[in-house]
C-alpha cells in the first residue's frame, strides 16, 4: 500500500496529522506540493508570499531529505494533477490538512468525490485552525459577527488538543516520481532584486519558526500585554508568516503560551491576550468560511454606496512608497516595502490614512498588502482592512478617524521606530518629528501630501451621506 500526503498550507512535519496519519496507516509513503494557480477563484499570490513560499518549500524539501524523501513538486490544476499522480505512484490513500477558503474548499471536495469514486482513501484533517468553522456558532446556529462572544465561545470548548510530535518511524519511500525543479518555478524576484531586505529579516521554514517561537516565549510573552501595540519595541511574536505558511500549527503556539505560563514570571493576563490575537486570526478565517466575498465585498452593504474618490495615482504612490509626508504612516510603509512586514498598530494607522484621509477604496489597500505581506493572508488581510473601513463585521465605527500625529506620540514616543525606518528624519528629535505636519520640514522629506484636519472632515461629511443599514 502507498499513501500520499498533499502539502498545502501546512509546510511542516511536526503536528502534522495528514502526515501522521498516512506514516500511521503503514505501507509506502509519497509526498507532493502542488502549485495551483490555475483552479478557479484561486488568488494568484503576491510578491512577497511567493519569495516566502519558495525559501519555505526548500526547506521542507531538506527537512524531508534528511529522512530520505524527495518533495514532489508539480504546478498546474490540482483537479488534474492529484488523480494523475497518484496513477502514477500507485497510491491507494490520500491525506491533506483541510483549508477553508472557497475556492480551495471547492477543489477539495471535487477531489475527493472523484477519488473516493476510484476507490482511493481519502481522509481530511485539522491542522490549521483551533476550531472548525461550523462547529462554532450562535445559539440560534447563525456565525458570530462579534469577536467577544464568538470568543468566548471558543474557549468554552475546552484546551485545543496537545499537538503531535514530528514523526519519527518514517516508512519507506515511495519509488520516486518526477518532480518539477524549484527553480524553474521563478518565484523569487530577479530585476530588480527587491528581496534583500526580506532575506535580512527572516529565516522560512519549520525550523525558523521553531527559533521564532523560542525567542518569543523567552523575550516577547513575558511582557506582551503591555508592550504589543509598541511598533518601536520588538514585544510581539512575527510568527504571522510562518503561521501563513503553516511552518507552524496554531495548537503549537496556544500550547506553547500555556507552558511558557507555567513559569512563574509570567502573567496570565499576557498569556491570554496573545490567545486571544490568535482568536482573531479564527475569526476571520470563520468569517471568511461563512462569507466567501468577505475580500471583495463590503460586509456590511450600505458601503456599497460609499463615494471613494477615484484613486489619485501620485496620492496612492506616495502612499505605497512611504513618501506621504506624514512619518508613522512613511515608516510603516518603508517598514513593510522593505522587510514584509509591518507592525499591527501601524498596519492600522496607514490603512486608516489611505481609507479616510485619501479616501481610497479599501480594497485598492487590501490589494497592495496582498501583493507586499510575507503574511499576506486571505481572511486576516481582509477582515482587517474592513475592519479599519467601518464595513466589516465587529468594526471600528468609521467616525473614529487615527490621528496618525497623536498615536505616533502615544506609540512610538520616542520616535525611535519613526528615525528606524525613514533615514531622511533619522538625525531629528521626536519633537521636530511631530512638527512635521504642523508646519515644519526636513530637508529631503516631503510636506504632507493632505491636509488632516481637512481631510478627516471630508471623511466623516463622506460617511454621512449613507444611509443606516436596515
Ligand atoms: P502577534 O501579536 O505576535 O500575534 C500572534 C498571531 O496572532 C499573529 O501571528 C497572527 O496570526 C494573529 N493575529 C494577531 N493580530 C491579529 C489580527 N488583528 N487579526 C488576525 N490575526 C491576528 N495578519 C495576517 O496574518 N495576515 C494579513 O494579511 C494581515 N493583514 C492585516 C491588514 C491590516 C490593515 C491590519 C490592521 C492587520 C492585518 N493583520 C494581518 C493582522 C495583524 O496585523 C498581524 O497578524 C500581526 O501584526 C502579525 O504580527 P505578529 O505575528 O508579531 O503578531
Not at 331 to 355: E, Y
Request: proline share 7%; with cysteine; hydrophobic share 45%.
Amino acid at each position: 500500500a502507498t499513501s500520499l500526503v498533499w502539502f498545502r498550507e501546512d509546510l511542516r512535519l511536526a503536528d502534522n496529522p495528514a502526515l501522521t496519519a498516512a506514516i500511521e496507516r503503514g505501507g509506502r509513503l509519497a509526498l507532493v506540493y502542488i502549485l495551483d494557480e490555475e483552479s478557479e477563484g484561486t488568488r494568484p499570490l503576491g510578491g512577497a508570499s511567493r519569495w516566502w513560499l519558495h525559501h519555505s518549500l526548500a526547506a521542507l524539501s531538506n527537512d524531508l531529505a534528511a529522512h530520505g524523501y524527495r518533495l514532489i513538486l508539480r504546478r498546474g490544476r490540482a483537479g488534474d494533477i492529484l488523480p494523475a499522480l497518484i496513477q502514477e505512484i500507485g497510491a491507494n490513500a490520500v491525506d491533506w490538512n483541510r483549508r477553508y477558503g472557497a475556492a480551495e474548499r471547492a477543489v477539495d471536495a471535487t477531489l475527493k468525490t472523484t477519488l473516493r469514486g476510484q476507490g482511493i482513501a481519502v481522509e481530511s484533517h485539522q491542522a490549521g485552525l483551533l476550531f472548525e468553522p461550523w462547529t462554532v456558532t450562535t445559539g440560534a446556529g447563525q456565525p458570530y459577527r462579534v469577536f467577544t462572544p464568538f470568543w468566548r465561545a471558543c474557549l468554552a470548548r475546552g484546551e485545543p488538543r496537545p499537538p503531535l510530535p514530528a514523526p519519527h518511524d518514517w516508512p519507506p519511500p515511495a519509488d520516486g516520481a518526477a518532480s518539477d525543479d524549484l527553480a524553474d518555478w521563478a518565484l523569487l524576484p530577479t530585476k530588480p532584486d527587491w528581496a534583500a531586505g526580506l532575506r535580512e529579516s527572516w529565516q522560512p521554514g519549520e525550523r525558523g519558526a521553531q527559533a521564532r517561537l523560542a525567542q518569543f516565549q523567552d523575550e516577547g510573552l513575558p511582557h506582551y500585554a503591555g508592550q504589543r501595540d509598541r511598533p518601536d519595541i520588538d514585544a510581539t511574536s512575527r510568527l504571522s508568516p510562518h503561521l501563513r505558511f503553516g511552518e507552524v500549527s496554531p495548537f503549537q503556539l496556544w500550547h506553547a503560551a500555556g507552558v511558557a505560563g507555567r513559569q512563574e514570571t509570567m502573567g496570565r493576563r499576557n498569556i491570554d491576550k496573545f490567545l486571544s490575537e490568535l482568536g482573531w486570526r479564527e475569526f476571520s478565517w470563520h468569517l471568511l468560511f461563512h462569507f466567501p466575498d468577505l475580500p471583495d465585498r463590503n460586509f456590511q452593504p450600505r458601503f456599497d454606496a460609499f463615494p471613494w474618490r477615484e484613486p489619485d495615482a501620485a496620492d496612492l504612490a506616495a502612499w505605497q512608497q512611504g513618501r506621504t509626508g506624514i512619518p508613522i504612516v512613511d515608516a510603516g510603509m518603508r517598514q513593510l516595502w522593505h522587510t514584509g512586514w509591518m507592525h499591527n498598530r501601524v498596519r492600522m494607522i496607514v490603512a486608516s490614512f489611505l481609507i479616510k484621509n485619501l479616501l481610497i477604496d479599501w480594497r485598492i489597500g487590501e490589494a497592495w498588502f496582498w501583493d507586499t505581506l510575507v503574511d499576506a493572508d486571505a481572511a486576516s488581510n481582509a477582515a482587517s482592512w474592513q475592519w479599519v473601513a467601518g464595513s466589516g463585521a465587529d468594526a471600528a465605527p468609521y467616525f473614529r478617524v487615527f490621528n496618525p500625529v497623536l498615536q505616533a506620540e502615544k506609540f512610538d514616543p520616542r520616535a525611535d521606530y519613526i528615525r528606524a525606518h525613514v533615514p531622511e528624519l533619522a538625525a531629528l528629535p521626536a519633537s521636530e518629528i511631530a512638527r512635521l505636519t504642523a508646519g515644519g520640514h526636513a530637508r529631503g522629506y516631503p510636506a504632507p501630501i493632505v491636509d488632516l484636519q481637512e481631510s478627516r472632515r471630508r471623511a466623516l461629511d463622506a460617511f454621512a451621506s449613507l444611509k443606516a443599514d436596515e
